[in-house]
């Protein structure tokens, strides 16, 4: 089955501790992105990769870091340093090179994390 | 700059159809996007529209694009109460560049 895996479902941390979201797919496509979601305010971009050894920052990437060495894996570390980091986390990957798909991005099933 | 603005409630009756609206700001878009989400899942995608086209329909679904006026529409016919989600539209310029969503919005469909 093709499709992004994202792990665990939830997750709980302790104030202070790193944290990191794993985020796999084999769908064979170039580009892969972060996103948080919290209650009202949508999808936040957190990084994202368009190709392996590649990334961008995006709005919000403060207190995040992200690594891409392999072209399947993206995962996320949530840092102490981010301040409010309570909020469901969703991955999503983009083919390239056919025209229609380009943009079109698929998403995984998301990772809940709660800071206790 | 890109901005994507959709209301935030909808609430509609078994059987009716639901038009969730949209308006986004980059002249540039080249697609268009409706996602779906359920509670505590990822996103969806519905469907999606190249700025060329004017309409798109798939089954229940019928994607409406104004692009003079910048408006974005999806109607669900014959809506079910396994349509109650919250809707996203996104929008995209094109090269692999992050979409840019809307806050989406949440249809609740009453039986």
């Known amino acids: 089955d093709g499709g992004i895996t994202q792990s665990p479902k939830y997750l709980f941390r302790k104030e202070g501790q790193n944290v990191t979201l794993s985020c796999e797919q084999n769908l064979n496509h170039d580009a892969m992105y972060w996103y948080r979601q919290d209650p009202g305010q949508g999808l936040r971009l957190i990084y994202y990769?368009?190709?392996?050894?590649?990334?961008q920052k995006g709005d919000i990437a403060e207190g995040y870091s992200v690594s891409r060495e392999k072209k399947e894996s993206f995962p996320l570390t949530v840092t102490s340093a981010q301040k409010n980091p309570t909020a469901f986390y969703l991955c999503?990957?983009?083919?390239?090179?056919?025209?229609?798909?380009?943009?079109?991005?698929?998403f995984g099933p998301g990772t809940r994390l709660t800071v206790l | 700059g890109e901005d994507v603005e959709q209301s935030l409630f909808l609430s509609v009756r078994e059987g009716d159809s639901s038009v969730i609206n949209c308006t986004y700001t980059d002249s540039s878009s080249t697609y268009l996007y409706w996602y779906k989400q359920e509670p505590g899942a990822g996103l969806q995608l519905l469907t999606y529209?190249?700025?060329?086209?004017d309409m798109k329909q798939d089954q229940r679904l019928t994607v409406l694009l104004n692009k003079k006026d910048k408006h974005l529409s999806l109607r669900i016919a014959d809506t079910q109460t396994g349509d109650s989600a919250i809707y996203f539209c996104a929008e995209s310029i094109g090269g692999n560049t992050p979409l840019v969503f809307g806050k989406g919005t949440r249809l609740s469909v009453i039986a």
């Open positions: 529209i190249f700025s060329n086209m």
């Open positions: 990769s368009q190709i392996v050894n590649d990334f």
């Open positions: 999503a990957s983009s083919p390239s090179g056919v025209r229609e798909e380009i943009d079109t991005q698929y």
